[in-house]
C-alpha cells in the first residue's frame, strides 16, 4: 500500500509545483513591481471582503440600531458600535459597506467577463472574415460608440427596471466596443502568420483556426481588457445607483453614496460618505495598479516612457 501511496504522493506534489510555477510566472510582472505588488494586495483584500464581508458585518445593511432608551441611533459618529457610525435612518455603515462590497464587485466582475466574451469573439470574426463581414460589424461598433452612454442608459434601466442583472447588461452593451476594436487589429496582422496558413493549407476550418490557432494568441490582450473592464463596470454601477437607478432590495456602494447626497450628510456626517467613496477610489485604482503591470509587459516599450 506505502509503494503505491508514494507515487501518487509525488504527482500530487509535482502537480502543485507546476501549479505553483505556472502562477509565479503569469503574476511576475505584477510581483517585480511596488505598484504592482501595493495594487494585489489591495485586490486580495477587496477579495476577502467580497468572500466574507457579509459574515463580518455586525448588523443586516437595513437593520435599525437604538439607543438605550428605545430612540433611533441617528447620524452617530463613528464608535465602538459603529465603526463608520451610522446614517440618517440609524443604520450601521460600516455593514453596508461590508454587504455592499459583494454587489459592487460581482457587477463590476460579470460586466467585465460577459463585454470581453462578447468583443473578443466580434474582433475575431471581423478580423478574420473580413470584406462585407468586418464591415458590417465595424459599422456597428461606430454606432455603439456614438450613442451618449449615461443618457441610454438612464432611459434603457428606466425601462426595463432598476435591477443589477439589467445594469449589467447596460454596461455590457456599451462596454464590448473597446476590445473588439482592439482584437480586431491584432487578428489581423496574426491572420497572415506562417503557423495560419499552415493550418489553412491542411485543412482545418475557419472555426478551428480561429479558435486554436489564432485566439490563443490575443488571450493575453484579451484578459487585459477584462482587468480594464472590472474597473469600469465598478465605476457605471457605482454611478447608476447613485443617480438611483440600483437595485432598491440590495445596497451597493454607489447607493450608499446616494442616500448620503440625498440626505445632505457632506455638511454634517462625513463618515457616510468617505468609506464608501473611498472603497470605490481603491478599488479601481488597485485594478489599474495590476493591469499596468501586465500592460508593460505585454507592451515593453512603455516602460521607457
Do not use: C
Not at 62 to 77: I, Q, W
Not at 141 to 148: L, Q, R, W
Not at 180 to 198: G, H
Not at 261 to 288: D, E, K, N, Q
Request: proline content about 5%; hydrophobic content about 55%.
Amino acid at each position: 500500500m506505502a509503494g503505491i501511496t508514494a507515487p501518487l504522493l509525488r504527482h500530487d506534489k509535482a502537480s502543485l509545483s507546476g501549479i505553483w510555477t505556472r502562477s509565479t510566472a503569469f503574476l511576475s510582472p505584477v510581483v517585480g513591481d511596488l505598484l504592482g505588488r501595493i495594487g494585489l494586495g489591495l485586490i486580495l483584500l477587496f477579495a476577502f471582503l467580497y468572500l466574507f464581508g457579509p459574515a463580518l458585518a455586525p448588523y443586516e445593511p437595513f437593520e435599525v440600531s437604538y439607543l438605550p432608551g428605545g430612540t433611533v441611533d441617528r447620524s452617530a459618529s463613528p464608535s465602538v458600535f459603529h465603526l463608520f457610525g451610522t446614517n440618517s435612518l440609524g443604520q450601521d455603515i460600516f455593514s453596508q459597506v461590508l454587504h455592499g462590497a459583494r454587489i459592487t464587485i460581482t457587477v463590476g466582475i460579470l460586466s467585465a467577463i460577459v463585454s470581453a466574451l462578447l468583443g473578443t469573439n466580434l474582433g475575431l470574426i471581423a478580423g478574420y472574415f473580413g470584406g462585407k463581414i468586418d464591415a458590417v460589424l465595424m459599422r456597428l461598433t461606430d454606432v455603439a460608440y456614438g450613442i451618449p452612454f449615461l443618457p441610454f442608459a438612464l432611459i434603457l434601466v428606466s425601462v426595463v427596471g432598476a435591477s443589477n442583472a439589467n445594469i449589467i447588461v447596460v454596461i455590457t452593451l456599451f462596454m464590448w466596443r473597446n476590445t473588439a476594436r482592439v482584437v480586431r487589429a491584432q487578428v489581423l496582422s496574426l491572420r497572415e502568420r506562417p503557423f495560419v496558413l499552415a493550418a489553412r493549407a491542411s485543412g482545418a476550418s475557419s472555426l478551428q483556426i480561429l479558435y486554436s490557432e489564432i485566439a490563443p494568441g490575443i488571450l493575453p490582450l484579451a484578459l487585459l481588457y477584462v482587468g480594464f473592464g472590472v474597473a469600469w463596470g465598478v465605476l457605471v454601477e457605482s454611478s447608476l445607483s447613485f443617480l438611483g437607478f440600483g437595485d432598491p432590495t440590495t445596497t451597493s456602494w454607489g447607493q450608499i453614496l446616494s442616500a448620503a447626497f440625498r440626505a445632505g450628510a457632506t455638511r454634517y456626517a462625513w463618515w457616510w460618505v468617505v468609506p464608501p467613496g473611498g472603497a470605490i477610489a481603491l478599488l479601481i485604482i488597485s485594478v489599474f495598479l495590476v493591469v499596468r503591470g501586465f500592460e508593460e509587459a505585454l507592451n515593453p516599450r512603455l516602460r521607457r516612457l
